[in-house]
C-alpha cells in the first residue's frame, strides 16, 4: 500500500479535466451541472453548488478519489485544511502525535492505490459524495450537501449508484435515506476494494472552507422537509440545552466539559431549558426541535452545528470555542453567537490542544450569557 505522505495530491480542477454531462445522460452542459443560479463571483466560482463528472477516476478508501495515480482533492470536495491533514506528515514536537497521524492517514487511502485490490467495475457513472471522517459535523457540513445535490440531480432524472465506505457508520444511513436508496448503493471495503465506472460524479460542499453558498439554507430546508417536518410552521420559541453527558459515557472525545451535569440542571431546573440529547433522539425528533428554537446551548462541537436548522436570528450559546466552524454558521445564518470560555481562560482548540480538551466552566457565566441574550429567567 502506498503511503499518503507520497502520493500526488491534485487540489485543482480544470475544465479539461472534467467531461460533459452528456456523458451521464439527457443533459449537455459545459462541464459542470450549476443547481442553483450562479451567485459567487467567477473568479470565486468553487462556492457554487456544482455536479462534476471526473472520467477515468475511481472511488476507494474511506471516501478518496483516484485518477491515475493521483488523488483529487479540490477544495470543491474537501476542506484545504482536511486535505493539509490527510497528506502531510505531522511535524515532531507538534500537538498531534506523528506516528497515530500516520496510522490515521494510511487508513483513509486504503485499498485505493494497491494492484491486488478488489476492483468493484460499473458499466455506469458512479457517485461518491463522502470523506473520510464520518464525525457528526463533517458529515453535516460536507457530505450532506453533496447528498442534496445528488437529490436535486434525481429530480432531473440523473440517477447514479453511491459507492459507500462500508466503514461509514449506521446513523449516517439515515440522513442517507433522504437521498439516496438503499438498492442504489455500492459498498465496498476500503481496506481490499474500489469502485470504478466510465466517470465518478462529484458534487460540491456548496461552500469553500466554510463560506457558504445562500443555497446551504436550501438545503436544510430540504433535509428537514424530506424527514417530515413541517418547514412551514412557526419557531416555537423552544429553549434547547444539547448535551454531551450520555454520549461521553458510552463513547471516546478529546473534549468535555467536565462539570457538564451542573450546567445542564442549573438550565433546566431554574431557567426552563430543554435538555436534549440528540444521539438518542429520531432523525425526525432532532430537527423539529432545532426547527422551532429560539436559543441552543451547549459545548463547542459537531451538535451545535445543528443551529443550520434553527431559525434565523435564534440564538447560540458555546462553552469553548474548539475553531471557527460555529461562528461561520451563526454569521451566515443570522444569529447571535457568544462563547462561555473555560474557567482558567484557555480556549480548548483542536489545534493546539487535541489531547488535552477537558474542562470546567463556570455555571454562572453561562447563565449571565443567556440572560444577555434575553432567554433567561
Known amino acids: 500500500m502506498s503511503s499518503p505522505a507520497i502520493l500526488e495530491v491534485q487540489r485543482t480542477l480544470t475544465s479539461a479535466e472534467v467531461a460533459c454531462l452528456e456523458d451521464v445522460g439527457r443533459l449537455s452542459h459545459v ?6 443560479p450562479a451567485w459567487a463571483p467567477s473568479d470565486n466560482s468553487i462556492h457554487e453548488p456544482r455536479i462534476y463528472v471526473l472520467p477515468g477516476a475511481e472511488v476507494g478508501g474511506r471516501g478518496l478519489i483516484r485518477r491515475g495515480q493521483a488523488v483529487l482533492a479540490p477544495p470543491e470536495f474537501w476542506p484545504t485544511g482536511f486535505t493539509d491533514r490527510l497528506f502531510t506528515p505531522a511535524p ?14 494510511t487508513s483513509c487511502v486504503g485499498a485505493l492505490f494497491d494492484d491486488d485490490a478488489h476492483v468493484i467495475s460499473l458499466d455506469v457513472p458512479v457517485a461518491t459524495a463522502v470523506n473520510p471522517s464520518f464525525v457528526y459535523g463533517h458529515v453535516l457540513l460536507e457530505m450532506l450537501p453533496r447528498l442534496h445535490l445528488l437529490g436535486l440531480a434525481r429530480a432531473l432524472g440523473l440517477t447514479f449508484p453511491l459507492a459507500l465506505p462500508s466503514t461509514a457508520p449506521d446513523w449516517f444511513h439515515g440522513l442517507l435515506r433522504l ?9 465496498f471495503d476500503p481496506a481490499a476494494e474500489r469502485v470504478t465506472g466510465p466517470s ?3 458534487p460540491s460542499m456548496m461552500h469553500f472552507n466554510y463560506v457558504f453558498h445562500p443555497a446551504f439554507m436550501a438545503m436544510a430546508a430540504d433535509v428537514k422537509a424530506r424527514a417530515g417536518v413541517d418547514v412551514t410552521a412557526p419557531p416555537s ?5 444539547l448535551s454531551r453527558c450520555r454520549f461521553r459515557e458510552t463513547s471516546w472525545s478529546w473534549h468535555g466539559v467536565e462539570n457538564e451535569h451542573e450546567i445542564e440542571a442549573l438550565l433546566r431546573d431554574e431557567h426552563g431549558f430543554e435538555v436534549l440529547y440528540p444521539e438518542e433522539m429520531s432523525l425526525a425528533e432532532q430537527l423539529s426541535a432545532y426547527h422551532g428554537a429560539a436559543m441552543l446551548v451547549g459545548e463547542s462541537g459537531s451538535q451545535m452545528h445543528n443551529s443550520l436548522f434553527a431559525p434565523r436570528g435564534a440564538a447560540v450559546v458555546v462553552m469553548n470555542e474548539n475553531n471557527e466552524i460555529q461562528r ?7 444569529q447571535p453567537f457568544v462563547v462561555v470560555p473555560p474557567e482558567d481562560g484557555i480556549l480548548r482548540r483542536y489545534d493546539t490542544h487535541p489531547y488535552e480538551g477537558y474542562f470546567r466552566v463556570d455555571a454562572e457565566a453561562v447563565v449571565r450569557a443567556v440572560v444577555g441574550l434575553g432567554a433567561g429567567d
Not at 420559541?237 to 440545552?241: E, F, N, T, W
Open 31 to 36: 462541464h459542470h451541472l450549476s443547481m442553483y
Open 92 to 105: 515532531a514536537g507538534g500537538a498531534e502525535d506523528p506516528a497515530e497521524l500516520a496510522v490515521w492517514q
Open 179 to 187: 437521498y439516496v436508496p438503499p438498492t442504489d448503493v455500492v459498498s
Open 200 to 202: 465518478v460524479v462529484a
Open 237 to 241: 420559541g423552544r429553549r434547547l440545552y
Open 328 to 334: 461561520m454558521i451563526c454569521e451566515f445564518m443570522g
